[in-house]
């Protein structure tokens, strides 16, 4: 439970300070029973004091091995809550936001001007610029994207949440979708065998040549679906990659303050305040990674659903 890295692994419950959630579990059969099993040796006292400023989330559909571990069944985590709550956030937004344009009213207020520009934003800026001829048909797909990872991004930045953009399951899940789009795309307009061949060059050789422009094909035709996968792959690392490496930071400026005042140490005031300091100042950082991430993101899958969609 000490491990620095479980600070934005996801978990079975979400922490919160001590002071608010106190635990007084007077007996170890109140203690949920996945967690005695994953931890016999464990005391009252010490169970009491472990769990002291965890919410545990319930599992009515199935039973963790751990705080962090699935066991059987379908367990719910932190990061399945925060995702189903942006995305709850973004139907009424973007639902709210489209009834305006349906009526053919021109959005007044601060907030439907606010996501009008980021639509306007996502149209202009990325669909418009990436996609050579429909563009408009993947701004709907492209504007979720965007507006999904930087809410989750940003959902980082609030103490004891988490980022759920750290975690593979949802950035490869992500890569995957676009992936998907790309392939349906690509089917619609070149048709499914079309969309594979469209990996393959044209190669001028004698008929009598056909071997070895075969053996050619074959090979590059190889080569394409790896580098397809591989494209796909490392758009969903970069994302985790990028979130991951600001949170470490955070937490290693952080630590040298805890670790200063468990030293006693005559340094902990100064390295309090650079602590702080370079905290603030990451923090800062990190907010505008957000937004960055959220954009290449959106912006690289755009250029791959446009690979995937026009002919070479």
Known sequence: MADPILHIKDAYFFE???????????????VPKWLRDAEPDVSLEEWNHALTGKILIPQPFGTPRNLFERGSGFCISKFMILETVAALVLYFVLKRFANVVRSDAPPKGRWNNMVESVV????????????????????????TLFLFILTLNLFGMIPWLGAPTAAFAVTLSLAFVVWLTGFIAGSRELGVIGFWGNMLPEID????????????????????????????????????????????????????????????SSSFLPTAVIGVLGAAALSVLELGVAFLQAFVFTFLAALFINMASHAH
């Open 16 to 30: 919160v300070p001590k002071v608010l959630w106190q635990r007084h579990y007077t007996s170890l059969y109140d």
């Open 120 to 143: 306007i934003f996502i149209r202009d800026g990325i669909a418009r610029q990436a996609i050579a001829h429909h563009a408009d048909h993947y701004v709907p797909i492209l504007g």
């Open 205 to 264: 050789m004698p008929w009598w040549l056909w071997p070895l422009k075969f053996t050619i094909l074959v090979m590059l035709f190889v080569i394409e679906v790896l580098g397809m996968v591989i494209r796909h792959a490392v758009l969903g690392i970069r994302l985790l990659a990028n979130m991951v490496a600001g949170h470490l930071v955070l937490l290693a400026i952080l630590g040298m303050v805890v670790a200063a005042g468990a030293a006693a």
